[in-house]
């Protein structure tokens, strides 16, 4: 069973605009959930996270929303950017360092 | 300071061959991961070292894959005999303990292509 899902699978958006990616987890154990930007030939790097016991993170153009009772998060970028253009991982982890990666989506931002 | 190094970053292989990718972890990292990447499957953990002693083997990639940590600097992933499937980059990743939710800080990877 997959711990973590993301969507959509890939996102094209004009630049400027604001481009919302989803993920939704199972294990109501994790409380610490990462988001990890991979540009290609490179690895993930760590983007932005948010614990369980807040319901919004801000970081720039970065916000992470999230709702524990319904064990989803979204990550909203504003005023999307050509440079944004990656792919974007959401992830969960519980106490003990374990972490688990959804499949990712493939942001594009169009000048 | 300096990142995590994996080497090769590319390695072509013929089936049957046994090749050994290598990884050095953030200086004073105390937990070391490999991952497979690939576009089907996406993330999937190999290996989780803590301190140097192994945590997870990963289950299904037991029998041809095994990951060391030799000292708490340098850690490879062989894989022997290696099959066209196994075409995936490789990724090596750590991060400063296990004691919370600390960044997985990764590599470059090591992309191998097995004919």
Redesign the interface.
Known sequence: QQQVRQSPQSLTVWEGETAILNCSYEDSTF??F?W?QQFP??????LI?I?SVSDKKEDGRFTIFFNKREKKLSLHITDSQPGDSATY?CAA?D?????F????TQLVVKP | DAG?TQTPRHEVAEKGQTIILKCEPVSGHN?LFWYRQTKIQ??ELLS?F?SKSLM?DGGAFKDRFKAEMLNSSFSTLKIQPTEPKDSAVY?C?S?LS????????????TRLLVL
Do not use: K, M
Not at chain 1, 101 to 104: A, Q, R
Not at chain 2, 98 to 109: A, I
């Open positions: 409380n610490y990462p990890y030939g490179e690895g993930p790097a760590l996270s614990r991982f982890s106490s003990n360092n374990r972490i990666f959804g499949d990712g | 995590v937990d996406g993330l989780y803590r997870e990724l990743a991060s296990g004691l919370g939710q600390d960044t997985q800080y990764f590599g470059p990877g």
